[in-house]
Nanobody
Framework: QVQLVESGGGLVQTGGSLRLSCAVS????????IAWHRQGPGKQREWVAT???????SVADPVKDRFTISRDNAENTVNLQMNNLQPEDTGVYYC???????WGQGTQVTVSS
């Protein structure tokens, strides 16, 4: 059974950094395209970043200068490094195995102003 478990969220001040991790079990991350999404309070879920099975990355325009997605094949994780966090980055962050629509339970990120 495939499971995705997010971690690394928390409370941070404006301008701070967090590193989120998506631990995947049941399949290898290097064989799958994995995405990060987020849902802010009162907002729809939105796409943040993707890393493909081939290692190509893409990041949403609003955060592309601050967020980086990467993969650790040995740890079987997909990570999201978030720098210079802003209050509008507040929300629940989810990882998603795209092809099979597997989702984690999410991790809360709160950025205080």
């Amino acid at each position: 059974q495939v499971q995705l478990v997010e971690s690394g969220g928390g409370l941070v001040q404006t301008g701070g950094s967090l590193r989120l991790s998506c631990a995947v079990s049941g399949v290898g991350v290097r064989f799958n395209s994995i995405a990060w999404h987020r849902q802010g309070p009162g907002k729809q879920r939105e796409w943040v970043a993707t890393i493909t099975s081939g290692g190509q990355t893409s990041v949403a325009d609003p955060v592309k200068d601050r967020f980086t997605i990467s993969r650790d094949n040995a740890e079987n994780t997909v990570n999201l490094q978030m720098n210079n966090l802003q209050p509008e980055d507040t929300g629940v962050y989810y990882c998603n195995r795209i092809a099979h629509n597997n989702w984690g339970q999410g991790t809360q990120v709160t950025v205080s102003s």
